[in-house]
């Protein structure tokens, strides 16, 4: 589990693509070169170095090995992105990084938790933190003053609503001109504030979502199977009901969308709605290059 690697800041606009840019050009070793300082290449603070680096590797864009040189390279994902979207434009684009960092139970603890088991819609800062404090408590088997500090947590929070909140619709106190720059997230439509400190879980337009992109989060939960239940498809942890706040309305609504593509079909019987993959042996990266050539087919 890790808990505010972020260094309290969350993704800025630019960023990421930057990140992948120097990531690439440098062999993986702008943030650890020793005669060009990362802070002069990438243009921003100690903090903000350390807390790119880490945004990298939690939504999947990037990698680092566990020992030795810790140079970072493009993963899979990244390098499709880098190719296809590198100044990460496409909405399409962000619904994959959310996924990554949704599911991200090892580095981006707390964005995990917050998709996958706060199941509150409407909701404080102190709901959250007793929440997660209890479920760290029972991944950890910790003692309960071992269980994250309150000002950890508290950070979290706060960096989960900068992700996913505008910054003109957020209550932060006043703050420098670069913590006004809204996340790219924010563009997801998945939070909205409430006023007077509660915040609620939106429901995003089922015209946000491009068919592949769902293709892609099925498959990968899938694993090779061909069929899943829709009841997975909403409730299970890291699938798309979760990492994308869906109800079954919304949800039906994306997958009918899907089904025009032939690459699934919704069947419904008593008791039992499935869905079934016409093609299980593809995988998420599949349909994630998919996505990016229906773009293209597109212009």
């Not at 699938?239 to 039906?252: A, E, Q, S």
Request: aromatic residues 10%.
């Amino acid at each position: 589990m890790k808990f505010r690697a972020h260094e309290t800041f969350f993704i800025r606009k630019g960023w990421l693509s930057k990140g992948m840019k120097y990531v690439k050009n440098t062999n993986g070793t702008v943030f650890i070169d020793r005669e060009n300082n990362p802070m002069d290449v990438l243009g921003i603070g100690s903090n903000m170095v350390k807390s790119l680096r880490y945004w990298l590797m939690a939504t999947g864009l990037t990698s680092e090995p566990n020992s030795g040189k810790r140079t970072q390279s493009l993963t899979e994902l990244g390098k499709l992105i880098f190719k296809n979207d590198r100044y990460i434009e496409e909405n399409g684009t962000l619904q994959l990084l959310q996924y990554k960092l949704a599911t991200n139970k090892e580095n981006a603890t707390s964005w995990y938790f917050f998709f996958n088991g706060f199941n509150l819609s409407e909701f404080t800062q102190e709901d959250f933190i007793t929440d997660v404090q209890k479920f760290i408590k029972a991944e950890t088997k910790v003692d309960e003053k071992e269980v994250g500090t309150l000002r950890t947590l508290s950070d979290d929070f706060a960096c989960i609503l900068g992700t996913y909140l505008p910054r003109a619709s957020s209550e932060s106190e006043k703050s420098s001109p670069e913590n006004n720059i809204s996340c790219p997230f924010s563009e997801l439509s998945l939070l909205t504030s409430l006023g007077k400190g509660l915040y609620k879980k939106s429901i995003p337009s089922p015209s946000s979502f491009s068919p592949y992109v769902i293709l892609a989060v099925i498959a990968d939960r899938c694993g090779g199977k061909s069929e899943i239940r829709l009841n997975e498809l909403l409730n299970a942890e890291c699938n798309i009901g979760r990492v994308f706040n869906l109800d079954t309305i919304t949800l039906i609504e994306i997958l009918r969308q899907a089904e025009k593509t032939g690459e699934l079909k919704i069947i419904r019987t008593a008791g039992l709605d499935v869905i079934r993959l016409s093609h299980p042996e593809n995988g998420f990266l599949f349909y994630a290059e998919k996505f990016y050539e229906s773009l293209a087919e597109e212009k």
